[in-house]
């Protein structure tokens, strides 16, 4: 397939907001790839070349593509760089600099999906002496093979922001309309929960059709989309839902880690599906010495602990030890952590996602030595009817450090729904007692410069939800308080890195910034209700015509969300869910 038959459906995609008119292209585009290149097309559509678990990123920083870009359409650095802070994306400027130089490429052979991802391949592999150069140069290469709407995308994909607007979802939909039905989207899901990797998905349905992919298996080494939770302001509701009787268990703060077990060697993943061993080595050989077993998928929460005291400490510990590439030994010394177990995917080649939460418990605690260390753990649990046991139970938990509970529904049905946020599990937070049910992880997207004593640092911050469905940012805040000075004076430079000269195109804001940013910091906040709002973006239309939902009175609490990525942030359907048990508890 030509490369520039996908860029053209890319165009055409981005042209839309509709997602039925986006999911019809896709399933369109997808018709046109053979099964020896699809796996690409469905990672380039999302601006990468691997799953997500792939240690190998592209990320070439933009000053080099620019650089790249200049060389290849003889004009100044300068004055691609002042195009770069007018668009605020270098696809636009890639689009406009080869468009101007030629009209169309500047020659040479015509590209196709495969050419440029093994082109785009080679320059992430490129590592060491000289490796700079050789980048540049195998870039120059494909960008001077290039059509300006070629180049745009190129260009996008190089410095990792792709954002055409095709979600996750979309993909699976498309996936299932392509080779099967709408109806089979479920199946279609279930394999990128368990494999993580849409590409091979693609492949394996393009190949052998809806039979090929229930023959997928779990697989030790790659990681499982997470189960999450959903949640509720009270217990004696949480009970209900879960039919009277569930287990409730303690909510640590701390990195949600997935351990996978291979005849004795451990790999660690985070949620994100970044591999975390190197950074947590002691956790893998503790998790190796405690396991009864040749292999198996494991899960818990890593959380710090005080080594004199036992005690659990402030989430913030953990962050600090996190891409830490030196001096891995001396955090393992100052920040000792302990990983608490709460379940089991995999054991010795046996699925146990499809079984009821209490057998995969039961598992779990056979399997685990946990007189084997202090490392590893599982985590402390009860199961129980009575409200008012699981009442004191959410008391115990908080004193003990931890954030809350999550609840587990212990019914026949409560199996391990990865990559969902359902029911199955409901998360009841020490914050729920607060007028807003939960703290948000909201994104910064842009800020108001600050006067007075601010002068110099920010004076707000313009804070976003993610929403998912259309893959675009939402504004749902100004966010003022909560800083301490040394924080304020600290943002600039933190914020530094992804100053833009524009709104970035994924931002979708009515409010006026006096800087923008690329989405990427995610802080926790809480406020102290959701409003209507005339100018916030979030889930605009949906609650009221002309309207947007908005916090109100927000606080930054002091966690910088290392652990999460912009992607990862508090979705506006999940607002929108808040919004409405808020109505619910003062009615
Ligand atoms: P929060 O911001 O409230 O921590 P979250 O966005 O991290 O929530 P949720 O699905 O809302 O994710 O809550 C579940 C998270 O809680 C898990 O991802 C996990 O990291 C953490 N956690 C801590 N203890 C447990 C436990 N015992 N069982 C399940 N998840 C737990």
Redesign the pocket.
């Known amino acids: 397939m030509l490369y520039r038959d996908v860029a053209e459906f890319y165009e055409k995609v981005e042209a839309t907001t509709k997602r039925l008119e986006i999911t019809a292209l896709i399933v369109d585009m997808l018709g046109r790839a053979d099964c020896s290149e699809i796996a690409n097309v469905v990672h380039m559509t999302h601006g990468k070349l691997f799953p997500d678990f792939h240690p190998e990123k592209i990320g070439m920083a933009e000053k080099m593509a620019l650089r790249t870009l200049a060389a290849v359409s003889r004009t100044g650095l300068e004055k691609v760089e002042e195009l770069y802070r007018e668009r605020g994306d270098i696809g636009i400027v890639g689009e406009e600099m080869l468009g101007r130089a030629s009209g169309s490429s500047l020659g040479g052979a015509e590209l196709t999906v495969n050419s440029v991802h093994a082109t785009l391949t080679q320059i992430t592999a490129e590592s060491g002496q000289g490796s700079q150069e050789a980048k540049v140069n195998l870039l120059a290469g494909l960008l001077a093979s290039s059509t300006p709407v070629e180049a745009k995308y190129i260009l996008r994909i190089v410095v990792g922001k792709m954002r055409i607007g095709v979600a996750a979802m979309t993909l699976v939909e498309a996936l299932a309309v392509r080779f099967a039905s709408k109806a089979d989207k479920d199946a279609v899901e279930r394999a990128f929960n368990i494999t993580s990797d849409l590409g091979t998905v693609a492949r394996t349905l393009c190949e052998e059709g809806l039979e090929g992919l229930s023959r997928l298996r779990l697989k030790v080494n790659v990681p499982v989309r997470?189960m999450?939770?959903e949640r509720l302001p009270g217990i004696g509701q949480i009970l209900e839902k879960m039919g009277g009787r569930a287990a409730f268990?303690?909510?640590?703060d701390g990195l949600?880690m997935q351990a996978h077990i291979n005849d004795g060697e451990v790999r660690l993943f985070s949620?994100q599906l970044e591999e975390l061993t190197e950074q947590f080595p002691e956790v893998a050989s503790a998790v190796a010495s405690v396991f009864r077993g040749r292999s198996g998928i494991v899960e818990g929460?890593c959380v710090p602990v005080d080594t004199n005291t036992g005690e659990l400490l402030p989430f913030q510990v953990v962050s600090r030890r996190r891409g830490r590439k030196h001096g891995v030994t001396a955090a393992m010394e100052e920040f000792p952590v302990t990983l608490f177990l709460?379940d089991l995917l995999l054991y010795d080649g046996a699925d146990y996602t499809g079984i009821p939460f209490t057998e995969r418990r039961r598992k779990l605690e056979s399997v685990i030595d946990t007189g084997a260390g202090e490392r590893v753990r599982t985590?402390t649990m009860i199961i129980t009817d009575s409200e008012k046991e699981a009442e004191e139970f959410f008391t115990q938990s908080l004193e003990s450090g931890c954030e809350g509970i999550?609840a587990k529904s212990v019914a026949q049905e409560s199996v391990y729904q990865a990559g969902a946020?359902g029911w199955l599990?409901i998360?009841y937070?020490k914050d729920y007692k607060a007028e807003m049910i939960?703290?948000v992880?909201l994104v910064i997207v842009g800020a108001l410069a600050g006067r007075g004593r601010r002068s110099g640092t920010y004076g707000a911050l313009l804070m976003a939800t993610y929403n998912k469905d259309r893959d675009v940012f939402e504004t749902v805040t100004k966010l003022g308080t909560g800083f301490d000075d040394e924080t304020l004076a600290a943002l600039p430079r933190m914020l530094k890195p992804h100053l833009l000269g524009a709104k970035d195109p994924s931002v979708e804001s009515r409010a006026d910034a006096d800087f923008w940013f690329r989405p990427a910091l995610v802080l926790e906040v809480l406020g102290a209700e959701i409003t209507h709002s005339p100018v916030h973006t979030c889930c605009w239309n949906e609650v009221r015509k002309d309207a947007g939902l908005a916090i109100r009175f927000p606080r930054f609490t002091g966690k910088f969300r290392e652990d999460r990525g912009p992607y990862d942030a508090t979705t506006s359907k999940e607002i929108l869910e808040m919004y409405r048990m808020q109505l619910k508890k003062s009615s």
């Open positions: 997470s999450l939770a268990d303690y909510k640590y949600r949620r929460e709460f985590s999550v946020r599990w998360k937070k939960d703290t992880d």
